[in-house]
Protein backbone atom coordinates (compact mmCIF):
# COMPACT_ATOMS: atom_id res chain seq x y z
CA UNK A 1 0.00 0.00 0.00
CA UNK A 2 2.49 2.34 0.93
CA UNK A 3 5.08 1.23 -1.92
CA UNK A 4 2.04 2.51 -4.25
CA UNK A 5 0.99 5.49 -2.56
CA UNK A 6 4.82 6.62 -3.61
CA UNK A 7 4.20 5.34 -6.71
CA UNK A 8 1.42 7.54 -7.37
CA UNK A 9 2.86 10.31 -6.01
CA UNK A 10 5.70 10.11 -7.75
CA UNK A 11 3.77 10.30 -11.07
CA UNK A 12 1.97 13.35 -9.60
CA UNK A 13 5.08 15.37 -9.38
CA UNK A 14 6.27 13.97 -12.79
CA UNK A 15 2.86 15.08 -14.30
CA UNK A 16 3.10 18.73 -12.68
CA UNK A 17 6.45 19.10 -13.47
CA UNK A 18 6.27 18.24 -17.06
CA UNK A 19 3.01 20.78 -17.33
CA UNK A 20 5.12 23.36 -15.87
CA UNK A 21 7.89 23.06 -17.94
CA UNK A 22 5.50 23.10 -20.88
CA UNK A 23 3.71 26.15 -19.91
CA UNK A 24 6.89 27.96 -19.20
CA UNK A 25 7.91 26.95 -22.88
CA UNK A 26 5.34 27.96 -24.22
CA UNK A 27 5.10 31.45 -22.42
CA UNK A 28 8.77 31.65 -23.71
CA UNK A 29 7.04 31.27 -27.07
CA UNK A 30 4.29 33.85 -27.08
CA UNK A 31 6.54 36.46 -25.28
CA UNK A 32 9.63 35.86 -28.24
CA UNK A 33 6.87 36.33 -30.83
CA UNK A 34 5.36 39.22 -28.90
CA UNK A 35 8.96 40.78 -29.13
CA UNK A 36 9.04 39.78 -33.01
CA UNK A 37 6.02 41.26 -33.95
CA UNK A 38 7.18 44.76 -31.97
CA UNK A 39 10.81 44.54 -33.95
CA UNK A 40 8.90 44.19 -37.42
CA UNK A 41 6.21 46.88 -36.70
CA UNK A 42 9.25 49.42 -35.94
CA UNK A 43 10.57 48.83 -39.13
CA UNK A 44 9.62 52.54 -41.14
CA UNK A 45 12.73 53.72 -38.58
CA UNK A 46 14.98 50.65 -39.38
CA UNK A 47 15.12 51.01 -43.09
CA UNK A 48 18.74 50.66 -43.48
CA UNK A 49 18.19 47.33 -41.22
CA UNK A 50 15.02 45.41 -43.32
CA UNK A 51 15.28 47.34 -46.18
CA UNK A 52 11.40 48.27 -46.42
CA UNK A 53 9.52 49.21 -49.33
CA UNK A 54 7.29 51.46 -50.32
CA UNK A 55 3.09 50.41 -50.05
CA UNK A 56 2.77 51.88 -53.21
CA UNK A 57 5.40 49.29 -54.83
CA UNK A 58 3.89 47.03 -57.76
CA UNK A 59 2.41 43.63 -57.15
CA UNK A 60 6.04 41.65 -57.07
CA UNK A 61 8.93 42.27 -55.12
CA UNK A 62 12.11 42.57 -56.03
CA UNK A 63 13.93 39.75 -55.41
CA UNK A 64 15.83 39.94 -58.42
CA UNK A 65 14.82 40.70 -60.74
CA UNK A 66 15.04 37.41 -60.75
CA UNK A 67 13.19 35.52 -58.05
CA UNK A 68 9.30 35.50 -57.78
CA UNK A 69 9.12 36.42 -54.00
CA UNK A 70 5.96 38.01 -52.16
CA UNK A 71 6.13 39.98 -49.45
CA UNK A 72 6.20 38.22 -46.22
CA UNK A 73 2.75 39.05 -44.12
CA UNK A 74 3.59 40.71 -40.71
CA UNK A 75 0.74 38.34 -39.22
CA UNK A 76 2.55 35.00 -40.37
CA UNK A 77 5.66 35.96 -38.01
CA UNK A 78 3.34 35.74 -35.31
CA UNK A 79 3.38 31.96 -34.39
CA UNK A 80 6.60 31.30 -31.14
CA UNK A 81 7.94 28.07 -33.35
CA UNK A 82 8.55 30.55 -36.50
CA UNK A 83 9.75 33.26 -33.97
CA UNK A 84 12.21 31.13 -32.67
CA UNK A 85 13.46 30.32 -36.24
CA UNK A 86 13.48 33.98 -37.06
CA UNK A 87 16.29 34.79 -34.08
CA UNK A 88 18.57 32.08 -35.62
CA UNK A 89 18.26 33.91 -38.48
CA UNK A 90 21.24 36.45 -39.07
CA UNK A 91 19.93 39.37 -39.82
CA UNK A 92 22.89 41.39 -41.01
CA UNK A 93 25.49 38.90 -43.30
CA UNK A 94 27.29 39.83 -46.11
CA UNK A 95 25.10 39.11 -49.10
CA UNK A 96 28.22 36.76 -50.45
CA UNK A 97 26.95 34.73 -47.14
CA UNK A 98 23.99 33.63 -49.31
CA UNK A 99 23.06 32.44 -52.77
CA UNK A 100 21.73 36.23 -53.78
CA UNK A 101 24.79 37.74 -54.50
CA UNK A 102 28.43 38.72 -53.61
CA UNK A 103 29.13 41.59 -50.88
CA UNK A 104 31.31 43.45 -51.89
CA UNK A 105 31.73 45.35 -55.14
CA UNK A 106 32.34 42.93 -58.18
CA UNK A 107 33.73 43.94 -61.42
CA UNK A 108 32.91 47.63 -61.58
CA UNK A 109 30.21 48.03 -58.97
CA UNK A 110 31.00 50.36 -56.68
CA UNK A 111 30.02 49.56 -52.47
CA UNK A 112 28.01 52.36 -50.62
CA UNK A 113 26.45 52.98 -46.77
CA UNK A 114 22.99 51.37 -47.39
CA UNK A 115 21.83 54.88 -45.76
CA UNK A 116 23.40 56.41 -48.81
CA UNK A 117 20.42 57.25 -51.40
CA UNK A 118 21.24 60.51 -52.71
CA UNK A 119 23.47 60.42 -56.04
CA UNK A 120 24.97 63.69 -58.10
CA UNK A 121 21.49 64.00 -59.37
CA UNK A 122 19.17 65.47 -56.55
CA UNK A 123 15.05 65.95 -57.78
CA UNK A 124 12.66 66.41 -55.39
CA UNK A 125 9.75 62.87 -55.63
CA UNK A 126 7.33 65.22 -57.73
CA UNK A 127 10.14 66.08 -60.51
CA UNK A 128 11.29 62.41 -60.22
CA UNK A 129 7.29 61.68 -61.11
CA UNK A 130 7.47 64.26 -63.79
CA UNK A 131 10.45 63.38 -65.19
CA UNK A 132 9.74 59.49 -65.61
CA UNK A 133 6.64 57.55 -66.33
CA UNK A 134 4.30 55.62 -63.56
CA UNK A 135 6.47 52.36 -64.12
CA UNK A 136 9.50 53.78 -64.47
CA UNK A 137 9.11 55.91 -61.07
CA UNK A 138 7.58 52.59 -59.10
CA UNK A 139 11.15 50.99 -60.26
CA UNK A 140 13.78 53.45 -60.60
CA UNK A 141 11.85 55.05 -57.12
CA UNK A 142 10.20 53.08 -55.05
CA UNK A 143 12.13 49.71 -56.46
CA UNK A 144 9.41 47.78 -58.11
CA UNK A 145 10.03 44.88 -60.21
CA UNK A 146 8.60 44.76 -63.12
CA UNK A 147 7.29 41.65 -64.97
CA UNK A 148 9.08 39.25 -66.31
CA UNK A 149 9.20 38.60 -70.15
CA UNK A 150 7.73 42.49 -70.59
CA UNK A 151 11.23 44.38 -71.51
CA UNK A 152 11.96 44.64 -75.17
CA UNK A 153 15.46 44.72 -74.01
CA UNK A 154 15.50 41.21 -73.60
CA UNK A 155 16.22 40.54 -77.39
CA UNK A 156 18.26 43.47 -77.79
CA UNK A 157 21.01 42.06 -79.70
CA UNK A 158 22.65 45.30 -80.89
CA UNK A 159 25.76 47.12 -80.39
CA UNK A 160 26.01 49.67 -78.25
CA UNK A 161 25.13 51.12 -74.56
CA UNK A 162 22.49 50.73 -71.94
CA UNK A 163 22.01 53.96 -70.13
CA UNK A 164 19.63 55.14 -66.57
CA UNK A 165 16.32 55.89 -68.01
CA UNK A 166 16.23 58.24 -64.57
CA UNK A 167 19.59 60.40 -65.45
CA UNK A 168 21.05 58.88 -68.63
CA UNK A 169 24.37 57.84 -66.86
CA UNK A 170 26.32 55.01 -69.07
CA UNK A 171 25.59 52.09 -67.03
CA UNK A 172 26.44 48.52 -69.55
CA UNK A 173 28.17 48.02 -72.95
CA UNK A 174 26.06 45.66 -75.00
CA UNK A 175 28.80 43.09 -75.02
CA UNK A 176 27.87 42.61 -71.47
CA UNK A 177 24.97 41.57 -72.11
CA UNK A 178 24.36 37.84 -72.38
CA UNK A 179 20.64 35.27 -72.02
CA UNK A 180 20.30 34.23 -68.44
CA UNK A 181 16.59 33.21 -69.29
CA UNK A 182 15.73 34.35 -66.36
CA UNK A 183 12.99 37.24 -68.31
CA UNK A 184 14.87 40.04 -67.13
CA UNK A 185 18.06 42.05 -69.27
CA UNK A 186 21.16 40.33 -67.94
CA UNK A 187 24.69 41.45 -67.97
CA UNK A 188 28.15 40.05 -66.89
CA UNK A 189 29.40 42.95 -65.44
CA UNK A 190 28.78 47.02 -65.44
CA UNK A 191 30.96 50.10 -66.65
CA UNK A 192 33.63 51.07 -64.03
CA UNK A 193 32.29 53.04 -61.48
CA UNK A 194 28.59 53.32 -63.01
CA UNK A 195 26.76 51.56 -60.29
CA UNK A 196 26.22 51.10 -56.69
CA UNK A 197 25.78 48.09 -54.93
CA UNK A 198 23.54 48.00 -51.35
CA UNK A 199 22.64 44.69 -48.88
CA UNK A 200 19.18 44.13 -49.19
CA UNK A 201 17.48 42.02 -46.40
CA UNK A 202 13.62 42.87 -47.19
CA UNK A 203 13.30 39.24 -47.87
CA UNK A 204 14.36 37.82 -44.52
CA UNK A 205 14.99 34.29 -45.50
CA UNK A 206 16.76 35.69 -48.56
CA UNK A 207 19.39 38.70 -48.38
CA UNK A 208 20.71 39.91 -51.74
CA UNK A 209 23.01 43.04 -53.55
CA UNK A 210 20.56 45.43 -54.84
CA UNK A 211 22.38 47.29 -57.67
CA UNK A 212 21.73 51.30 -58.08
CA UNK A 213 22.72 53.82 -60.66
CA UNK A 214 25.35 55.54 -58.84
CA UNK A 215 24.21 58.74 -60.17
CA UNK A 216 20.82 59.08 -59.51
CA UNK A 217 20.91 56.36 -57.03
CA UNK A 218 17.59 54.97 -58.89
CA UNK A 219 17.26 51.29 -58.68
CA UNK A 220 18.20 49.02 -61.05
CA UNK A 221 17.77 45.06 -60.30
CA UNK A 222 19.64 42.89 -58.17
CA UNK A 223 23.51 41.31 -58.75
CA UNK A 224 23.46 37.37 -58.20
CA UNK A 225 26.59 35.01 -58.28
CA UNK A 226 25.59 32.58 -60.89
CA UNK A 227 26.60 34.50 -64.31
CA UNK A 228 28.81 33.43 -67.09
CA UNK A 229 32.81 33.74 -67.44
CA UNK A 230 34.39 36.09 -66.95
CA UNK A 231 33.05 37.87 -63.68
CA UNK A 232 30.45 34.73 -62.70
CA UNK A 233 27.88 37.28 -61.89
CA UNK A 234 24.55 38.35 -63.41
CA UNK A 235 23.30 41.78 -63.10
CA UNK A 236 19.92 41.16 -62.87
CA UNK A 237 18.04 44.83 -64.13
CA UNK A 238 14.81 46.14 -64.97
CA UNK A 239 14.01 46.97 -68.60
CA UNK A 240 12.37 50.10 -67.26
CA UNK A 241 15.07 51.56 -65.44
CA UNK A 242 16.90 50.98 -68.75
CA UNK A 243 17.71 52.98 -72.20
CA UNK A 244 19.48 51.75 -74.88
CA UNK A 245 21.56 53.67 -77.28
CA UNK A 246 22.64 52.02 -80.74
CA UNK A 247 26.38 52.39 -81.85
CA UNK A 248 26.85 54.36 -84.48
CA UNK A 249 27.66 51.34 -86.96
CA UNK A 250 24.33 50.00 -85.53
CA UNK A 251 22.90 53.11 -86.72
CA UNK A 252 24.08 52.95 -90.16
CA UNK A 253 23.25 49.17 -90.34
CA UNK A 254 19.58 50.34 -89.63
Same mark, same amino acid.
Given at each position: ?????????????????????????????????????????????? $?? /?? !???? =???? %????? *? &?? #???????? $?? /?? !???? =???? %????? *? &?? #???????????????? =????????????????????????????????????????????????????????????????????????????????????????????????????????????????????????????????????????????????
Amino acid at each position: MLSGARSKDCTHRVATSTTTNGLQLLNFGFSLSRRMHQMLGARSSM $RP /LF !GQRS =AARA %VHTNA *G &PG #ADFRPLAR $RT /LL !GAGV =ATTL %VSVPM *G &PS #AAESSGGPGSAPAGGV =AVDIEHRQGEVRLSEEEWRTRLSPEQYRVLRQEATERRWTSPFNYEKRPGVFKCAGCGALLFNASAKFESGTGWPSFFQPLPGAVTEVPDYSIIFAPRTEVRCRRCQGHLGHVFNDGPAPTGLRYCMNGLALQFEPSDEARKEA
